[in-house]
T-cell receptor
Framework: KAGVTQTPRYLIKTRGQQVTLSCSPI?????VSWYQQTPGQGLQFLFE???????NKGNFPGRFSGRQFSNSRSEMNVSTLELGDSALYLC?????????????FGDGTRLSIL | AQSVTQLGSHVSVSEGALVLLRCNYS??????LFWYVQYPNQGLQLLLK??????LVKGINGFEAEFKKSETSFHLTKPSAHMSDAAEYFC?????????????FGAGTRLFVKA
């Protein structure tokens, strides 16, 4: 079974631009979560989608948004990029997102803002 | 809301020595707890999970963790460290949000293994 795939792996943008990151979950998984990882803040939860609906949201500004498609693939969008948005963005999937199910992570997209 | 505290941002052990990574959680109900490992430039991999079936949980690569409700702890151990165990380790708890569960991660502990 293929794992979680995130594209692109690396991305360089400048302040004010916008970016879209993509995540393909494990086949059959319907829950997709996004996390931001930085040296200073660690792993922070962005949001979770299940069957195309956002079920949970972390404490991030509205510049961070996402969506999920009918095939469970998910995209995350960040608008008006700031220097502080430089981070590793991780996507994780699970079969149904219930509490006892572990998350399966992709290798992340490393976003650098110049 | 649930939270997880990992004691020690860095732990250094010699090859062959015991590995002990500490994790305490805050929860008023029996939690779902996990340990993940992250190698450089990679995502997180599940080491083991506790879902109330047994207090001693065995995971991959020789790791295990013991759930102690009285201490609200879920420490990760390995009897004998190997160089390949050098990585960052995250303790995590499932937290029920308004719409479903979300995973709350600890700050992580970076394990160094000396030859």
């Amino acid at each position: 079974k293929a794992g979680v795939t995130q594209t692109p792996r690396y991305l360089i943008k400048t302040r004010g631009q916008q970016v879209t990151l993509s995540c393909s979950p494990i086949s059959g998984h319907r829950s997709v979560s996004w996390y931001q990882q930085t040296p200073g803040q660690g792993l922070q939860f962005l949001f979770e989608y299940f069957s195309e609906t956002q079920r949970n949201k972390g404490n991030f500004p509205g510049r961070f948004s996402g969506r999920q498609f009918s095939n469970s693939r998910s995209e995350m969008n960040v608008s008006t990029l700031e220097l502080g948005d430089s981070a590793l963005y991780l996507c994780a999937s699970s079969a149904s997102g219930t509490g006892n199910q572990p998350q399966h992570f992709g290798d992340g997209t490393r976003l650098s803002i110049l | 809301a649930q939270s997880v505290t990992q004691l020690g941002s860095h732990v250094s052990v010699s090859e062959g020595a015991l590995v002990l990574l500490r994790c305490n959680y805050s929860s008023s109900v029996p939690p779902y707890l996990f340990w993940y490992v992250q190698y450089p430039n990679q995502g997180l991999q599940l080491l083991l999970k506790y879902t109330s079936a047994a207090t001693l949980v065995k995971g991959i690569n020789g790791f295990e963790a013991e759930f102690k409700k009285s201490e609200t702890s879920f420490h990760l151990t390995k009897p004998s460290a190997h160089m390949s165990d050098a990585a960052e380790y995250f303790c995590a708890v499932s937290d029920r949000g308004t719409g479903g569960f979300k995973t709350i991660f600890g700050a992580g502990t970076r394990l160094f293994v000396k030859a």
